[in-house]
């Protein structure tokens, strides 16, 4: 008799879990699908393995832009500076007419002295 209800336990055991297998079963069916979907993103992974590298020249280009920027900015002062030196040392045409009449004075004054002598 313990064998018998073994047997029967055993049989009502094997009911239930097949019962709780089918919707399993049927998930599995919906999982299919997706797993062509993840075998069409494996070339994807292997793109996102490349993302370190790419993001490192990217960094590396910013760092060149910035240093090429500052040096732009540091030419771009150096040249005004060095016109703005340029300028002051460059007489204006206010300088030259005064200097053209004060050499004009110093030449009539020694014209005057020459004729005294």
Request: no cysteine.
């Amino acid at each position: 008799m313990d064998q018998d209800l073994i047997n029967a336990i055993r049989i009502v055991v094997k009911e239930e879990i097949t019962e709780q297998l089918i919707p399993i079963k049927e998930q599995l069916k919906d999982l299919a699908p997706m797993k062509e979907q993840l075998k069409e993103l494996e070339p994807m992974k292997e793109q996102l393995k490349e993302l370190p590298s790419i993001k490192e020249q990217l960094t590396h280009m910013q760092h060149q832009l910035d240093r090429m920027e500052y040096s732009q900015t540091h030419d771009v002062l150096s040249l005004l500076t060095m016109i703005d030196t340029k300028l002051e040392q460059t007489a204006t045409k206010e300088d030259i007419a005064y200097l053209a009449r004060r050499i004009g004075e110093h030449d009539l004054e020694l014209d005057r002295l020459k004729r005294i002598k």
